[in-house]
């Protein structure tokens, strides 16, 4: 069974990026529906026994009480940077299986994006990443909870945790879903997501699909677009480290 460790950013404060689309409340809105999708994600897969989520927004507590989940302040945890916050966290829930470190801005991920992560950590007993649809970021690591890696999670995160895994020893895969590679930070995020919205999760769907929110973001990012097809549900396993 896995443990499962989620960072929330003050909501308040969330997705700064989009804020020539959208308004303080709306990006809150949108953090929180992004969230709750991934917590409910997390909430009914077989394999999650316990989640924690990492977070100094005012709701958290609630959120993760929604959910089963356990919270953590940052200030409980001894505060930091995300990368000590979160191997603090993984450190005080570690048990005998894999632990999952994921990002709370994954509207698309799946059940199914889960199967695959631990299939394959179970398979090479190592570290899997999931990166994000640009090959270069870190949305999701699973790893044994008894080997926490050292976290990179920043710009150019993949190749470094890639490199520090298996400088300390260990299988590194390196994976691309659809689910898990597309996160939401700026305007070209949102609009993958927003032409993938019918595979989203049900709280980003209330929020912007056939809504006037979601008509008045679809005429907006028109002009960015549509997203790459080669990501559309394109699974990469790449042993050893390596990216292609």
Do not use: W
């Not at 958290?60 to 356990?70: F, H, V």
């Not at 894999?98 to 059940?111: R, T």
């Not at 394959?120 to 699973?142: E, F, K, P, S, Y």
């Not at 209330?206 to 960015?224: C, F, I, K, M, Y």
Request: net charge negative; charged share 20%; aromatic share 2%.
């Amino acid at each position: 069974m896995a443990v499962a460790v989620m960072p929330l950013k003050d909501l308040v404060r969330a997705k700064s990026r989009l804020a020539g689309l959208l308004s303080p409340s709306e990006r809150r809105a949108l953090a929180q529906a992004m969230a709750e999708d991934v917590l409910a994600v997390l909430a009914g897969h077989p394999e999650v026994e316990r989640t924690v989520l990492v977070s100094d927004d005012p709701g958290a507590g609630l959120l993760a009480q929604k959910y089963g989940a356990d919270c953590r302040s940052e200030d409980a945890l001894g505060g930091g940077d995300i990368n000590s916050l979160l191997y603090l966290a993984c450190a005080g829930v570690a048990g005998t299986g894999a632990s999952l470190v994921l990002h709370a801005d994954l509207p698309l991920l799946s059940g199914g994006d889960l199967d695959a992560v631990f299939a394959c950590q179970r398979r090479t007993g190592g570290l899997v990443i999931g990166c994000d649809r640009h090959g270069t970021g870190t949305n999701l690591l699973a790893f044994p909870a008894r080997r926490i890696p050292q976290f990179h999670f920043g710009p150019g995160s993949c190749a470094r945790h890639r490199d520090s895994g298996r400088d300390a020893g260990l299988h590194v895969d390196v994976m691309r879903r659809q689910g898990s590679a597309c996160d939401v930070d700026d305007a070209a995020d949102l609009a993958q997501v927003m032409a993938m919205l019918p595979g989203a999760g049900q709280y980003s769907r209330a929020l912007l699909a056939d809504t006037e929110l979601g008509r008045r973001l679809n005429l907006a990012l028109s002009s960015l677009g549509g997203p790459a097809g080669e990501d559309k549900g394109a699974v990469n396993h790449h042993g050893g480290g390596g990216l292609a």
